[in-house]
């Protein structure tokens, strides 16, 4: 006699299995996740959004980018989950080898990378035919050996020699390294990596001592940018020939911007922070909706360095402080990883990287509410895909790989209190 068939278990389809395997293969912490899957769902609504007048100078469709961006996204999240499954103590192993092959690379870059701009800031990779910031595997590597060292060289932390000098060193060769090209990347690293190191317990004499170093020159572009603004005529002069090489003249053009905004009649300087002024002001309180965007015409970049302008502009205030909220809460958790982290450099390495992106974020929110200059610095996870885009996925990936490791042995000690 034949035996009843089941009807629903023959046509369901083997895709349930592969993705409860998994769902079960996906460690770390859960809250983690979920913010990626709300950045990545914001970076395609507003992706799509803004690419329009993109579209139209390069004679292609929205939906090309839309597609494009889609596929960063599942190449990311995979970036995500291999990252993830690595145990991160790999990561100590490696972190030595990638350090010293940014050098050369970064060198590199600066000498025959492809320019624009009056800067060096990417190579083209063979084969794929890509191109990559190669500051993003720096700050990457960075950041790795920083981890290590601090969770080293703990015992001689305080001591000149011995302890800061081999941390500052590092930090100051990529520092270096960057600013020729992008001098905002080079703060924020510098400003990320004091951090981590004043946390790390460095002496706060030597921290204050290079913070006091690296404000000079900071300070001589402001001084420079005040002293060569006529007030008169609303022009720049002309610069001395010290500072009128590489991108100088841009860093003081943009800190003139942002210090005589109200007094400047330069259309063409003022034009991306007026753009964006405008979006902010038309989103109010809840924004004019997805895909109702006007300044999206017209801001230039509204699609990575001006996207949050785009955000406030569909989606309000709202909206736009629910993502600063997002940002917050992904420090929140990776902090909180940091405290429940038993080995120095798995919580020196959740914590920097966190820091670093969310650092990079609210310089991005603040370039588009005009808080700060102009930085050129995108929104992590929401800006279009990019080499920049898979270095944050990365980054996330290893802080999964902590959170994941963190959970495991968590779980192992209830099951030891469980059989006492």
């Not at 000498?111 to 190579?123: H, K, Q």
């Not at 960075?142 to 969770?151: A, E, G, K």
């Not at 690293?189 to 951090?195: E, K, P, R």
């Not at 970049?301 to 992904?330: P, Q, T, W």
Request: glycine share 6%; net charge positive.
């Amino acid at each position: 006699m034949a035996k009843n068939i089941n009807i629903k278990q023959l046509f369901t389809p083997s895709f349930t299995n592969v993705g409860s395997n998994l769902a079960s293969k996906t460690k770390g912490d859960k809250v983690i996740w979920a913010i990626v899957v709300i950045l990545t769902l914001a970076s395609l609504l507003v992706v799509y959004s803004s690419t329009g007048s993109l579209a139209y100078k390069y004679s292609k469709s929205t939906e090309s980018y839309l597609f494009k961006q889609f596929a960063f996204i599942v190449l990311g999240v995979m970036l995500i989950y291999f990252a993830h499954r690595v145990n991160y103590t790999i990561y100590a192993r490696v972190a030595k080898i990638l350090f010293l092959i940014s050098i050369p690379l970064m060198i590199y870059t600066l000498l025959f990378g492809s320019r624009l701009n009056s800067a060096n800031r990417w190579i083209t990779l063979p084969v794929i035919n890509m191109t990559m910031q190669t500051s993003d595997l720096a700050k990457l590597a960075l950041f790795m050996y920083l981890s290590l060292q601090l969770s080293r060289k703990q015992d001689v932390i305080k001591d000149f020699k011995k302890g800061f000098l081999p941390i500052i060193i590092p930090v100051g060769i990529i520092c270096l390294l960057i600013a020729p090209a992008n001098l905002s990347t080079a703060l924020l690293v510098g400003a990320t990596s004091l951090l981590l190191m004043f946390i790390g317990r460095i002496n706060t004499k030597h921290i204050l001592a290079t913070i006091g170093i690296g404000l000079v020159p900071i300070i001589l572009l402001v001084s420079v940018a005040v002293k060569y603004y006529d007030k008169v005529e609303q022009k720049q002069k002309e610069l001395p020939a010290i500072f009128s090489g590489g991108r100088i003249p841009t860093w003081i053009s943009r800190i003139q911007t942002f210090i005589y905004t109200d007094k400047n009649t330069d259309s063409e300087k003022l034009y991306q922070t007026n753009q964006a002024k405008i979006a902010v002001a038309n989103g109010g309180w809840i924004g004019k909706g997805p895909g109702n965007s006007t300044q999206r015409n017209f801001l230039p970049h509204s699609y990575s360095d001006f996207i949050y302008a785009i955000i406030i502009e569909e989606y309000g205030f709202l909206g736009a402080s629910f993502m600063m909220f997002i940002y917050l809460l992904f420090l929140y958790r990776c902090i909180r990883l940091y405290r429940k982290c038993p080995f120095a450099f798995g919580a020196f390495l959740a914590l920097a990287l966190s820091f670093t992106l969310v650092i990079q974020a609210i310089a991005n929110m603040g370039v588009a509410v005009n808080a700060f200059p102009n930085t050129g610095v995108t929104l992590p996870l929401v800006s279009m895909g990019g080499s920049s885009f898979l270095f944050t996925c990365l980054s996330i990936g290893i802080v999964l790989s902590v959170a994941r490791n963190v959970e495991q042995l968590e779980g192992k000690n209830q099951e030891v209190v469980v059989n006492e």
